[in-house]
């Protein structure tokens, strides 16, 4: 499985996890604003897509579908190894009915059929029966549930509503818990072991991933 990490800053002399509550509730708020906008991305695709005109590409409708359902249940999750932080019940009390009825809906998604694959997810053998001319006999086939694209224009709209909502309270989260690991990192007696630490084993970025990081945010031009 591929692993994306965030890249040493320039001009750092080297980096390390770290592994506090206050550390894990910040790079928990981080990905969970990243998930959101992923979301909307996959939901602007999805747009194009139903208003395209005939033949309309399923397959990349159900890809960017099912990708929407997964990232936004994760906001979600508070039970992945190391996430201190997680959207819940003050995340959404700004929902309307309708919002509330979808994300109910989206939740139950991917437990049911990705995360604890239900009775939705099996692949079921499915007999028929044909008479004919006094003779009968059974036809094997199966049944197994295709992922499609599951929304309508007005789901599309409802859902983005939703995501804006919840990257608002994300990133104000993200903010406060930026804000609460700076305060500790500012205290010596947690700051100074870990810059001693670091002088010792210094993990200086290459020249090369310098400017990949400099083309990555746009500084420079890839030509």
Request: proline share 4%; with cysteine; hydrophobic share 45%.
């Amino acid at each position: 499985m591929m692993r994306i990490v965030q890249s040493i800053a320039i001009g750092a002399i080297g980096s390390e996890y770290y592994d506090d509550p206050v550390g894990k509730r910040y790079a928990a708020f981080e990905g969970i604003v990243y998930d959101l906008d992923e979301i909307l991305e996959c939901l602007s695709r999805m747009e194009a897509l139903l208003d395209a005109e005939p033949p309309r590409d399923n397959l990349a409708l159900a890809a960017y579908t099912w990708q929407a359902v997964i990232l936004y249940a994760r906001c979600f999750d508070s039970g992945a190894e190391g996430r201190q932080g997680a959207l819940g019940d003050r995340a959404v009390r700004t929902f309307s009915a309708d919002e509330g009825q979808l994300h109910a809906g989206l939740l139950d998604v991917r437990n049911e059929r990705f995360a604890h694959a239900g009775p939705d997810a099996r692949h079921r053998c499915v007999l028929a029966l044909f008479e004919r001319a006094g003779r009968r006999w059974l036809a094997p086939g199966f049944e197994i549930e295709t992922p499609t694209g599951m929304f309508d224009a007005d789901q599309l709209a409802l859902m983005q509503s939703m995501v804006r909502k919840l990257r608002a309270f994300a990133d104000q989260e993200r903010t406060n818990a930026r804000q609460v690991l700076e305060q500790k990192l500012a205290d010596p007696a947690v700051a100074d072991p870990i810059c001693e630490r670091l002088r010792a084993n210094q993990r200086q970025a290459t020249p090369e991933a310098q400017a990949l990081a400099l083309i990555a945010s746009g500084f420079l031009d890839r030509s």
